[in-house]
Every structure is written in C-alpha cells, then in structure tokens.
C-alpha cells in the first residue's frame, strides 16, 4: 500500500519568515495530494491539495509542489502569522482509489 | 450543514468495557471514514464506507473493533472489550465521491471522540 513520509516532525520559524514542509510518497499511481492542518484540540481541515496533472498550486500565503518523477510534493507558507501555528499533515491517495495515506505530521511553531 | 457529527466528545472507560462511537456524515455524502490519531501512529484509516457498503477494513486493529454502516446517515464504531492501547482520538469523516475509483473528494471531520480506556 501507500506509504507518505513527511518532513520536519516540529518546525518553529520567527513570525515573518518562511516555512516549508516536505513529504514523500511511494506509490507512482497515487495523482491527488491534499494538505490538511490541525489546530490545537480540533478537527483536521483542509487547506489546500493538488492533482497530479499540476505542478505548483499557490493560494494567497501557501503554495504546494509536486514533482511527480521524484515522488514528492511540498508546502510552502510565506510571510508566517502566529495563527499557523497547528500540526500539519500531507496525504496521498493511494492506488486503492479513494482512501487517503497520512504523513506523520509537523507541528509549525511561529514565534511573534 | 452542521458537519460530520460525533459522539461522545469523551468517553472514558475501564478496560474490559464495551465502547461504541457514532457519526453522522454531512447529508449528501455518500463516502465514511473512521481514523484513530495517536501521537506514536499519527492519524490511521481504520474502514471506509461507501454507500453504506464496507470496501475497505484492512485498518482495522483487530477483531475487537467493528464498524457499521446501517444507513446513509448513520454510523457505529465499537471495540468490545476495549483495551488501554486503544486510548486514541477517533475521527469520522465523511466525503462526496463522484467516481469509485482515484476521484478522492475533500474529507469533512467531526470533531473528534476521544477515548481513554484506563
């Protein structure tokens, strides 16, 4: 089955500063990749994913990559606030249709 | 919509105990999903429901766990006899997807039931 690997488990950048997470994942039919973020206490959410027809996917201060020959894709926050502090976690659908593999997580620290 | 509902909120019980979760996918929805988070494992697919119809178990831990699907709005999560490891968060989620297979639609989550078997 799937298998996603994400990277940095805790990541603390000074408010302001960028902030990249990258995952990995091992089955090449997998072509959806969503990111879901995780504040304190609540339920996952999502907040931005990409197909695998695409590249690069930006909305307003987060961005996703994918490279699909590599098998890894990344999000990027710009311009950190302290209200993105929360654990965030990468998924890929694997080839058994439908069902999301999650990466372990990062917890995004943002210091003011 | 209200949103994918759960209940309990908490639950906490003793082991030996028989435990049971509910969730009440968004109306229209016609995908479930039940996930246990931990800190050591991160957030693991236990079953997946598709118009009410069970497609995949295979996260299911063990035969202590069960799940049940009797109605499009409606769904059970029971562990019998539960076990301190079991002690986790259980999310449900629910999804519209269009087509069977690699058309995964946005998961919606409830708000959790967590659950410490002591």
């Known amino acids: 089955g799937e298998n996603v690997e994400q990277h940095p488990s805790t990541l603390s950048v000074q408010e302001g500063d960028s902030a990249v997470i990258k995952c990995t994942y091992s089955d090449s039919a997998s072509n959806y990749f969503p990111w879901y973020k995780q504040e304190l206490g609540k339920r996952p959410q999502l907040i931005i994913d990409i197909r695998s027809n695409v590249g690069e996917k930006k909305d307003q201060r987060i961005a996703v990559t994918l490279n699909k020959t590599a098998k890894h894709f990344s999000l990027h926050i710009t311009e950190t606030q302290p209200e993105d502090s929360a654990v965030y976690f990468c998924?890929?659908?694997?080839?058994?249709?439908?069902?999301?593999?999650f990466g372990g997580g990062t917890r995004l620290m943002v210091k003011p | 919509d209200a949103g994918v509902i759960q209940s309990p909120r908490h639950e906490v019980t003793e082991m030996g105990q028989e435990v049971t979760l509910r969730c009440k996918p968004i109306?229209?929805?016609?995908?479930l999903f039940w996930y246990r988070q931990t800190m050591m494992r991160g957030l693991e697919l236990l079953i997946y429901?598709?118009?009410?119809?069970?497609?995949?178990d295979s996260g299911m831990p063990e035969d202590r766990f069960s799940a049940k699907m009797p109605n499009a709005s409606f769904s059970t999560l029971k562990i019998q006899p539960s076990e301190p490891r079991d002690s986790a968060v259980y999310f449900c989620?629910?999804?519209?997807?269009?087509?069977?297979?690699?058309?995964?639609?946005?998961?919606?989550f409830g708000e959790g039931s967590r659950l410490t078997v002591l």
């Open positions: 998924a890929a659908e694997g080839n058994a249709g439908n069902m999301l593999t």
């Open positions: 429901f598709n118009n009410n119809v069970p497609i995949d």
């Open positions: 109306s229209g929805h016609n995908s």
């Open positions: 989620a629910s999804s519209l997807i269009i087509a069977l297979v690699k058309n995964t639609g946005e998961l919606f």
